[in-house]
Each structure stands twice: as structure tokens, then as C-alpha cells.
């Protein structure tokens, strides 16, 4: 049995060097799965084994640098609990906007062979993780006052579907957006908006009860 697991450990292992090769030059791809099998010198049922579909082998490609994301940004949250939520907000969805970029290859190979299952993205860890954290935020914000919302679950779909892998390509390649105007743009429409709300509602309460009576 040990030898069974360092053999399944070494197999992976050669799965993921060669994935990362071929990222590296580009080529990630155009290549088949069955040609990973014969680069890394497994046979097609050891690599479906290991990996359903290159979607999951993608994910195994960011699966390091996401835990470190991740221990980093609940580091932050949770040593920050004196800033308020909405600036809390701000600084996750940009760091999380960042990560996207900086794995974007990667998140947009996992979307494309999703097919009939594109909607497994929305149950990845790595997409339910921040949706939990950016609800958390939101409802904090909400009680604190800084926000005023009918439905914080759909505005935190909204919020993260504003920078879905195959949005955050189009604008990057093909619209040339540079990474700070997406960044601030995201925060403007969803941080900023929810302030200036939750401004003006509150001016219009106060407006109410300073009013005269008529």
C-alpha cells in the first residue's frame, strides 16, 4: 500500500511538471489530454484518475499559490475587524481581481472544457471561498450601515460575476483594459456604489425627519 500511494504521488507529480511545462510555453491548450499522458509517461487511465478533464488539472496548476492567497487575505480579514467591512470589500476583490489575472490562463482552460458542467465553476472551492467571505462582508456592511441592500446573496454573485475569467480576458486582451482600471472599476460600481447608497439614503432619512411639518 505505501508503495501504491508513492507511485499514484510520483504519477501526479509528473501530470503537473508536464501541465506546468506546457503552460509555460504556451501550449497548455492546444494539447490533448492524451498527449500530457505520453509527455509525462502515464497511461491515459492513470491521468483521468488523477484528473477528470484538464479543468482539474488546471485547478491543480493555481491549487498552491490559491491556499497562500487564501491564508493571506483571512490573515487580513480577520486582523482588520476595526475597518469597516465595505473597505475590507475593497481590498479582498482587488487582491482576488489580481489573482484571477495573474492565473488567467489557467481559469479560462478550466472554463472552456467545462461544457455541459459550466456550472461546477460556481461550486469550485476556490469560487465559494470568496463568495462566503464577500456575503460575510456584505452583511456586516448592511448592519453597520454602510449599505443598504434588498438581496446580499445576488449582489455577491453580481460582484464576483464582474470578473469572471472569460469577462476579465475579454477586457484584458481584446478591449486592452490595463489590471488598475479593472480593479477600480469593480470598486467603483459595487464598493462605491454601495456607499454613495447608502449616503444618500441616510441624507434622505435625515431630510425626512428634519423636515417641517406642513
Not at 44 to 63: H, I, M
Not at 108 to 118: K, N, S, Y
Not at 125 to 130: A, E, L, N
Request: proline residues 2%; neutral net charge.
Amino acid at each position: 500500500m505505501p508503495s501504491e500511494r508513492c507511485d499514484a504521488a510520483e504519477n501526479r507529480r509528473r501530470i503537473v511538471t508536464v501541465a506546468k511545462h506546457l503552460l509555460a510555453e504556451n501550449r497548455l491548450d492546444e494539447s490533448s489530454m492524451q498527449e500530457i499522458a505520453r509527455a509525462a509517461g502515464v497511461g491515459q487511465g492513470t491521468l483521468y484518475r488523477r484528473f477528470a478533464d484538464k479543468g482539474e488539472l488546471c485547478e491543480a496548476l493555481f491549487a498552491d499559490d490559491l491556499e497562500v492567497f487564501r491564508k493571506r487575505a483571512d490573515a487580513y480579514l480577520d486582523g482588520a475587524l476595526s475597518t469597516p467591512a465595505l473597505s475590507r470589500l475593497e481590498w479582498l476583490l482587488a487582491e482576488k481581481i489580481r489573482f484571477v489575472d495573474a492565473h488567467l490562463p489557467l481559469f479560462l482552460a478550466a472554463h472552456e472544457v467545462a461544457g455541459a458542467r459550466r456550472y461546477d465553476v460556481f461550486r469550485k472551492s476556490h469560487h465559494t471561498w470568496t463568495r462566503e467571505r464577500v456575503v460575510g462582508l456584505l452583511e456586516e456592511a448592511q448592519v453597520n450601515g454602510e449599505a443598504q441592500l434588498e438581496d446580499v446573496a445576488f449582489t455577491a454573485d453580481a460582484v464576483l460575476a464582474s470578473f469572471a475569467a472569460p469577462l476579465l480576458a475579454y477586457q484584458r486582451r481584446e478591449l486592452g483594459y490595463s489590471l488598475a482600471r479593472v480593479i477600480a472599476g469593480v470598486i467603483d460600481v459595487f464598493v462605491g456604489g454601495l456607499r454613495r447608497g447608502a449616503q444618500a439614503g441616510n441624507a434622505r432619512h435625515m431630510s425626512t425627519e428634519t423636515a417641517a411639518p406642513v
